[in-house]
């Protein structure tokens, strides 16, 4: 029996702790520092550690006999946190800090990309306001504006116009240090697709889609997500296969070239146009959110061990099972989102446990004196099954409506374009 310590506190974390918790194989879960769903779940312990504080962490698991770490978010990748615990001899699963390089620099990832001829948007990066706004004034609209580093998925800026390229400039750029991107809008369907690989073998999971805009009929600013579904039914095998070979194999096979292996979750976020055209909006080292929310209450397929063969190079015999049934994670956020938010207001009628068919997951909540309260912009994530998109989403919306606290909003057309198909 394993032990086995998550990094991170969102939804995410709440979903892989979930998980991995149904594994024959494993006796104990820590979650650092976890969140209020992973103390409420059974057999979870949270522990007071910062998802960032690598000493801390690994202190924790050589006291503590970890089996494996996984790793959720994306700072402890930046941190290095894999470098560290690799050179303990400790089963990590994610990638090094410079494999992370792909998600946590933009202007990296780009370059890299142009390099070796994997398709994305045309780009230029700037650290200087006058000389990207010389840029944009010369740029076709609309355009893109991405701060080069971290922002937890609220980097991205869609300019319609120059007053908006400008404000977006001016703001990604307020930081002296900071580097942004400037790149051509793509037209078309956005998909996630995420595999697992041991830097040499790819085992690749289902398919899903999230919608990054705050309001109904994907207007307003982008977000860390609104919600997501899986699977995508217009995504053929043979567009899988055409997506490993102009993405993920080039992508792996340029790294090692670098002398960079990669170990873990590579997640492409990718525009599919009209004509099935592929470019890579933006690479992501570790599962999405709230991807995973849809894709985990799907995998039939033991979650530990697909981990601990990944980190064991032992990924070339594995294979993924999945529920025929699609699923709709609907994400539940605090008044004022993506902006400030007032936090503090208490939750109700949030349930550790539904039905088979429906689970929540806590993304931005904390317990205070018996009770949840809110706690981050995204609070909860209510993620259902069904046997179509529209089923699916009609079952997790019911749910998303019987949760309240003052100020709550979410979308309620997640799948829509899924949903027209049908």
Sequence with gaps: MKKVLIIGQGGREHALAWKLQQSPEVSQIFVAPGNAGTALEPGMTNINIEATDVT???????THQIDLTIVGPEAPL???VVDTFRAHDLA??????????LETSKVFSKTFMAKHGIPTASFAHFDNAAAAKEYARHH????VVKASGLMAGKGVIICENE???FAAIDALLMDKNSEIVIETFLQGEELSFIVMTDGVHIVPLATSQDHKRRDDGDKGPNTGGMGAYSPVSWVTPALEEKILNTVIKPTLSALAKE????????????????????????FNCRLGDPETQALLPRLKT??????WATTHSQLQDKCVEWDDRVAVSVVLCASGYPGPV??????????VDCDEAVKFFVSGAKNQEQQLITAGGRVLCISALGKTVHEARARALYWAEQVTWPGKFYRKDIGWRAVERE
Excluded: W
């Excluded at 990590?92 to 390089?101: C, H, N």
């Excluded at 002398?259 to 470019?279: E, K, R």
């Design 56 to 62: 801390a962490l690994l202190e924790f698991a050589q």
């Design 78 to 80: 930046a941190a290095g």
């Design 92 to 101: 990590i699963f994610g990638p090094t800090q410079k494999a992370a390089l």
């Design 140 to 143: 076709t609209l609309p355009l």
């Design 163 to 165: 007053q908006e390229a």
């Design 259 to 282: 002398n960079t292996s990669y170990c873990g979750f590579l997640y492409a976020g990718l525009m599919i146009s009209p004509s099935g055209d592929i470019q890579v909006l933006e």
């Design 302 to 307: 033991d979650l530990f061990a697909l981990c």
């Design 342 to 351: 007032k936090r503090g207001d208490t939750i109700h009628h949030y349930r």
